[in-house]
């Protein structure tokens, strides 16, 4: 079912997890026992990150050198396969456009028609490890907008069309995108941004998903900028819970945003107590959702970035 349909559908408000790719090693199973803490809530869908392949130059006894894949985490395709063989739960693969051109993308949505997935994530991606701005791949895209576009324009066969129960004229996947409320750190202001969040949405977005924020009124003022703008579509909250003392360093420069004094200092004072922090994390990241929730907001959608318990205490004080 399309996350569209579910939006539409849905009589309260519900959360969705996201996760990241396991890293090498790890088994299928390993990785569905992780998600089974999840499922006691009957999320209505789970996200799947995707990471770009980065590869590395060796030099060989010739002098030549030759290009070798160092790939680190399981594919997010392989991965939400793995997630349909055992849980019946709708996945959202995440795409991305670096690393990948036209072509390359156009068969990674034959894969997700094949496995009959109906939703995708569709984001620009970050900067290759050394590099400081985004390069688009040669024959790839240069911007999320694109990749919308792209997708859209994908038909499938008609024997995937069928598998799909798709009508004649119907969409093939539903479409999300990312949003900033904090500003994407790349533009000049947050109205320009908001924009070029629009032009994703006119190219085809059903949703947008947030980066993750700590204080609620960043969204809300955000919301309230996208609707001035005549962004329309659903504007889903994405939170994370602080699980330790550091991320109040790692976060803000990780991902360009504030954390509030009161949490930091808070933190601060009790950063040599591991269990201290994660309580102070989660109950703050409680508080964020109940007040969310009270302002009428569609869904939740919870960065998990490995972990659980937090999460399930959240999801068990607030749905
Ligand atoms: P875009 O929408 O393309 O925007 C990138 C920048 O370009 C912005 O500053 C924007 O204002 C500007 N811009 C957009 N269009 C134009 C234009 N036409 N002309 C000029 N400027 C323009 N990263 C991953 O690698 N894998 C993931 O799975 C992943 N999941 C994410 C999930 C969510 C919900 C979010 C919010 C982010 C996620 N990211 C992920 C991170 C994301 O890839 C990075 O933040 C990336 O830097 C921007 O991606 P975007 O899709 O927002 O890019």
Redesign the pocket.
């Given at each position: 079912m399309k996350v569209s349909e579910i939006l539409a559908n849905s009589t309260k408000p519900y959360p969705s997890i996201e996760i990241v790719p396991p890293l090498r090693g790890i088994t299928k199973n390993e990785l569905l026992d992780s998600i089974a803490p999840f499922m006691e809530f009957c999320p209505k869908y789970i996200n799947v990150?995707?990471?770009?392949d980065e590869f590395e130059y060796r030099q060989e006894a010739d002098g030549s050198f030759s290009r070798h894949l160092v790939r680190n985490r399981i594919n997010e395709t392989t991965v939400c396969a793995a997630i349909m063989s055992r849980y019946d739960v709708e996945v959202v693969p995440?795409l991305?456009c670096?690393g990948s051109t036209v072509e390359e993308i156009q068969s990674r949505l034959d894969n997700l028609a094949f496995l009959g997935i109906d939703n995708i994530?569709a984001?620009?991606?970050?900067s290759m490890s050394g590099e400081k701005r985004?390069t688009p791949t040669p024959g790839g895209y240069s911007?999320?907008?694109e990749l919308v576009e792209g997708i859209r324009s994908y038909q499938g066969s008609n024997a995937y069309r069928r598998s799909h129960g798709l009508e004649a004229d119907e969409r093939f996947f539903c479409i999300g995108?990312?949003?900033?409320p904090e500003k994407?750190f790349?533009?000049a202001n947050i109205e320009?941004?908001i924009l070029?969040?629009k032009?994703?949405v006119d190219a085809g977005a059903d949703y947008i998903?947030?980066?993750m924020f700590f204080d609620n009124r960043t969204y809300y003022d955000f919301v309230d900028k996208c609707r001035a703008a005549g962004i329309t579509v659903p504007i889903i909250p994405?939170l994370k819970p602080l699980s330790t003392a550091r991320q109040i360093s790692v976060l803000p420069e990780a991902f360009s945003l504030d954390i509030p004094l009161e949490l930091t200092q808070e933190i601060t004072k009790h950063k040599d107590n591991k269990d201290a922090v994660y309580q102070i994390g989660t109950q703050w990241c409680t508080m964020q959702c109940k007040d969310l929730l009270q302002h009428g907001v569609p869904a939740v959608h919870f960065y998990t970035m490995g972990k659980s318990r937090n999460i399930t205490d959240i999801l068990r004080e607030c749905f």
């Open positions: 990150t995707s990471h770009r995440h991305i670096g994530v984001l620009r991606g970050d985004f911007y999320a907008s995108v990312g949003a900033y994407h790349e533009a320009t941004d070029n969040l032009r994703k998903i947030t980066q994405g």
